[in-house]
């Protein structure tokens, strides 16, 4: 395999899809050593054949908003690989939403079903509908509008969907009840990180962040160092920048810093309960903007335009969009003396961010590994499905901690370098790539 061949061929079939090129020339490079190990896998064409989705349904969705008008949306479904299970990966509504980044999230989304454990295959699927701004109303005849196409495509052994940016316990709520009103199939395993009392799973709404923060304590404790005291600053506040800052804070950790498209909120005494349970109320307001949570509190100050990476922190834990951390902000970091980065949202880190924090040497790790408890906590959610109960909380937590530990020995065993430090990029993509390629050799040419 020459990874330069195949991406100039990828380039020539996909134009300017410019996330969808990332994502895959990073695994490539990652796996290349490994790959060539294996003759098998090349005579298999291995490789070609898993860097392109096994089929993309694109939809239009229209609907009426509040005023009456109009509205016509696109929506998608890529259903990337099945090879170690039925498609599983979450839903994404975001103005941005096209076939490169949903392309990006479900080839990273197949390594990371990979590393979970859990026998799932990859999938991702969206909408570039806004939800900023809009009413309840609004976004549940959206999500009634948008399942109204999909339902056909998806079930709980062909394909799951989820929660992702846009997308949490609201819309899964609203997409649930039009499934089962289209399919009149009432197996509550469709779709995850649904409600308590209709087939959720406890913890799902933690699990992103909680395992991220799971991944960040093995990672420190591999390199001798521990969280407590720790100066932490987090991009978001989202659920997975919610979940995040809740363990952070709970494991002794300072969490200074949380943000959004508006600017930072550089906060130094750290987060308290009150705190925490208003990053969800601005969440839930819809605006997109994290300035009201200084004007709230009055120990935090909002500096407008800033990125959560001007402040000078010990650990940073991106956890909103891809690429929100680049180069600049790589060596901004450093100079402030960060010496640990884990990406929490899905490829958060520019390829400049990450060939700077490893080139210094200090801990980074990437988002297929940090952030996998979010999804492999949903497939704990099919399995009580598929098995009518309910785990308890403490049950489900303890699942989530032997996966992150599973996650990050895998890591350690494929991503040690010879001088000792741990490539956890190259440990993820060659750990996920092996047993997906595995998969795929012993299931013949389809
Ligand atoms: O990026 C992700 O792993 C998710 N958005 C969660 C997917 C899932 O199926 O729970």
Not at 170 to 199: D, H
Not at 280 to 295: D, G
Not at 351 to 364: N, V
Request: glycine content about 10%; charged content about 20%.
């Amino acid at each position: 395999m020459k990874v330069q061949t195949i991406m100039a061929d990828l380039e020539r079939k996909h134009p300017g899809e410019s996330e969808y090129l990332q994502a895959v020339q990073e695994v490539l490079e990652s796996i290349e050593e490994v790959y060539n190990l294996h003759p098998e896998f090349e005579k298999a064409k291995i490789v070609e054949r898993m860097v392109e989705p096994d089929r993309i349904f694109t939809f239009r969705v229209t609907w009426v908003d509040d005023k009456g008008e109009i509205q016509t949306n696109l929506g998608y479904r890529i259903q990337f690989n099945s090879a170690i299970g039925p498609y599983k990966g979450g839903i994404r509504f975001h103005k941005a939403v096209n076939p490169s980044m949903l392309k990006f999230l479900g080839f990273e989304q197949t390594f990371k079903n990979a590393l979970t454990t859990l026998p799932m295959g990859g999938a991702k699927g969206g909408s570039d509908f806004d939800p900023v701004g809009k009413s309840d109303a609004e976004i549940m005849r959206f999500c009634q509008a948008f399942m109204w196409e999909l339902w056909k495509n998806i079930g709980p052994d062909t394909d799951v969907p989820a929660g992702d940016v846009g997308v949490g316990g609201r819309e899964i709520g609203y997409m649930y009840g039009m499934y089962k009103k289209l399919a009149r199939e009432y197996n509550t395993g469709v779709l995850t990180g649904k409600g308590m009392t209709w087939g959720g799973s406890l913890i799902r709404p933690e699990a992103t962040g909680f395992g991220a923060l799971y991944f960040v304590e093995h990672m420190l404790s591999k390199a001798g160092k521990s969280i407590k005291g720790a100066t932490v600053a987090i991009s978001g506040f989202g659920n997975v920048a919610w979940g995040a800052a809740t363990k952070a804070t709970e494991l002794g950790a300072k969490v200074i810093a949380i943000s959004g498209p508006d600017g930072v909120v550089y906060n130094p005494e750290g987060m308290t309960k009150e705190k925490l349970d208003y990053m969800l109320a601005l969440r839930a307001s819809n605006r997109n903007i994290v300035a009201p949570f200084a004007e709230k509190f009055a120990d935090a100050t909002f500096i407008p335009g800033k990125k959560a990476w001007s402040i000078k922190c010990d650990i940073a834990l991106p956890c909103a969009f891809q690429n929100e951390l680049n180069g600049d902000d790589a060596a901004e970091l450093l100079a402030n003396g960060t010496w640990c980065a884990a990406e929490v949202s899905n490829m958060g880190c520019t390829p400049e961010a990450i060939a700077t924090f490893q080139s210094a040497g200090i801990l980074f790790a990437p988002g297929k590994a940090v952030n996998a408890g979010g999804v492999a906590t949903s497939g704990l959610e099919m399995t009580q499905n598929a098995m009518h109960i309910s785990w308890s909380a403490a049950e489900v937590d303890s699942k989530l901690h032997y996966i992150m530990e599973s996650i990050h020995a895998a890591c350690v065993k494929y991503g040690t370098q010879e001088d000792g430090y741990i490539n956890y990029v190259k440990g993820a993509n060659i750990a996920g790539f092996m047993k997906v390629a595995q998969a795929m050799l012993e299931q013949g040419i389809v």
